[in-house]
């Protein structure tokens, strides 16, 4: 009787969340510089039915789906180092990737899937390098992760740099500030198939093989007893949520905390990992990810990046969440 219950209210938080992002979708329609109206629309005016096909649905369609594919990377990430402070952004990831983004475009060539690949290694290469570095640092593996992510994102940046310097002025370096920034203007329909596929596929993966990441969470020879390959399972989802990241950010530059925040918004409602939270993250991630397009294409004069306002949430949310941490293990 009770599980009844609780999966008859996991499932109506599910369908409100659903509600929000369609919501929110409906608004990131109509909001912006140009006015758009059901009556203009219907009418058939050619200037309004442009800024909707060319530039207002392959903005909102990539906002839900990044936000969806950055908090379910963020929920991977978290379920596998088991640790809290485990996201894209905050180990290094997202900043990896757009080096390597950057360094295709310098070096390589600046097609779609050229960049996305090069993020991935980017996104790989970093991931390494904080595992690595988290394993020589002493105290609480949180604390040690976060730190380590710190450093990776400091020679993500170095390299972001070097790479700028070696841009050409006219036709590179404008793409290469566009990944620093982190933006969604600018993207249109013929950009998104790619990415899209990329997302679906990875988030398909991920929730087939969703009991094995759960168990990850436990003891790892909890996880071997119930049969689970817990080495290649935590390294196949971890490159699968690396390569879900890289195509995000192939498209949309820097995306801040979205990967750190979803997660633990779900598990409010949750409670703790189950699919269902898996779910969430995803609905959390598309909520906050098109929540601050609208605010960054709204509330001035010119647009600004969509990391001013996941930072304005994320960066207080991180040290909260450092804060708890170290009270724990006090």
């Not at 309004?48 to 908090?71: D, E, K, S, W, Y």
């Not at 605010?295 to 949430?313: D, G, K, N, Y």
């Amino acid at each position: 009787m009770r599980n009844s219950m609780n999966l008859h209210h996991t499932r109506t938080k599910i369908i409100i969340a659903c509600i929000l992002v369609a919501a929110l979708a409906a608004l990131s329609l109509i909001v912006g510089k140009y006015p758009l109206t059901v009556k203009g629309l219907i009418a058939g005016d050619t200037m309004q039915h442009r800024v909707l096909f060319n530039l207002r649905i392959p903005r909102t369609v990539m906002a839900l789906m990044g936000g969806t594919g950055l908090g379910v990377a963020g929920f991977v990430f978290q379920t596998i180092f088991k640790n809290p402070l485990a996201a894209p952004d905050i180990i290094g990831v997202s900043s990896g990737a757009s080096a390597g983004a950057a360094f295709s475009i310098v070096f390589i060539s600046s097609g779609m899937i050229t960049v996305t690949v090069s993020a991935f290694a980017g996104g790989v290469i970093a991931v390494l390098l904080s595992l690595i570095l988290a394993g020589f640092t002493k105290g609480s593996k949180s604390i040690s992760i976060v730190l380590a992510g710190i450093a990776v994102q400091a020679l993500s940046q170095t390299a972001l740099m070097v790479f700028k310097l070696a841009a050409d002025p006219e036709k590179q370096l404008a793409s290469i500030e566009y990944w620093i920034m982190g933006s969604l203007n600018g993207i249109s329909i013929t950009k998104i198939p790619f990415s899209a596929g990329v997302c679906i596929a990875c988030i398909a993966i991920i929730f087939i093989f969703g009991r094995q990441l759960l168990m990850l969470s436990l003891d790892e020879g909890e996880a071997r007893m119930l049969g689970v390959p817990v080495r290649w399972m935590r390294f196949a989802l971890l490159l699968i949520a690396t390569f879900m990241v890289a195509a995000i950010i192939s498209l949309t530059g820097l995306i801040s905390f979205v990967g750190l925040i979803a997660p633990h918004s779900a598990r409010l409602l949750t409670g703790d990992n189950r699919k269902s939270t898996m779910i969430l993250s995803g609905l959390a991630g598309a909520i906050i990810l098109t929540g601050a397009d609208i605010l960054a294409r709204s509330v001035a004069s010119v647009e600004l990046p969509v990391s001013v306002f996941t930072s304005i949430i994320g960066a207080p949310f991180l040290v909260m969440l450092v804060i708890r941490r170290c009270k724990k293990y006090e």
